[in-house]
Nanobody, 117 residues
Framework: QVQLVESGGGLVQPGGSLRLSCAASGFTFSSTEMSWYRQAPGKEREMVATSTSAGASTNYADSVKGRFTISRDNAKNTMYLQMNNLKPEDTAVYYC??????????WGQGTQVTVSS
């Protein structure tokens, strides 16, 4: 069974930084494209960043370009999201997932990121 465990969230002031981690199991992580998503209260879940299996190709939502960096360590089955210059509008629950699993409606618990003074 696919398991995705997000961690690293917390409370940070505007302009601060956080590094999120996603520990994956139950599938071949090294051959799977992975993405970070986020969902704020009252809003739809949105894709924040995507990384190919090798990590050589990445894509970001316009709202986070230049501030967030997605990376992965396939040897550790772990994906990361480095978030810099955080803004209040970045406040959300952050999730990691594969495209297929996300379409199936399966999600982990996510990790809460709150950006506030």
């Amino acid at each position: 069974q696919v398991q995705l465990v997000e961690s690293g969230g917390g409370l940070v002031q505007p302009g601060g930084s956080l590094r999120l981690s996603c520990a994956a199991s139950g599938f071949t992580f090294s051959s799977t494209e992975m993405s970070w998503y986020r969902q704020a209260p009252g809003k739809e879940r949105e894709m924040v960043a995507t990384s190919t299996s090798a990590g050589a190709s990445t894509n970001y939502a316009d709202s986070v370009k230049g501030r967030f960096t997605i990376s992965r360590d396939n040897a550790k089955n772990t994906m990361y999201l480095q978030m810099n210059n955080l803004k209040p509008e970045d406040t959300a629950v952050y999730y990691c997932n594969t495209v297929i699993v996300s379409r199936q409606g399966s999600w982990g618990q996510g990790t809460q990121v709150t950006v506030s003074s």
